[in-house]
């Protein structure tokens, strides 16, 4: 089962206390999602102990195939983001 962004904008809601709006506790989620894209779209790593890594990595061109036709098909070079789970958030699993 996932959890929707309404769902985590309620536990943080709870985490932050009882007089926190629903609102503010959404101002800070969309905060610290905004910061991690824009920390890894400047090609930076964001490390957050005790939960894990984000970082860009780059995917090298390669061939593949097309499951319709069977015909090989050149992929380009791209870039991607990569998440690493620190130990403890692995220990948790």
């Known amino acids: 089962m996932s959890v929707n962004r ?4 309620e536990k943080i809601q709870k985490e932050l ?9 959404d101002r ?4 610290v999602i905004d910061s991690i894209k824009v920390s890894v779209k400047k090609s930076k790593a964001v ?3 005790g939960f894990g890594t984000f970082k860009v990595v780059n995917r ?6 097309n499951p319709k036709t069977g ?5 380009a070079a791209s ?3 990569k998440f690493s ?3 403890d958030f692995k220990k948790g699993l």
């Open 85 to 87: 789970p620190g130990a």
């Open 28 to 31: 800070a989620l969309t905060a």
């Open 6 to 9: 309404a769902q985590l904008v």
């Open 71 to 75: 015909e090989k098909i050149k992929i």
């Open 17 to 25: 206390g009882g007089d926190t709006s629903k609102a503010a506790a």
């Open 47 to 49: 490390q957050l102990i």
């Open 79 to 81: 870039k991607s983001v």
């Open 60 to 65: 090298k061109a390669r061939t593949g195939v």
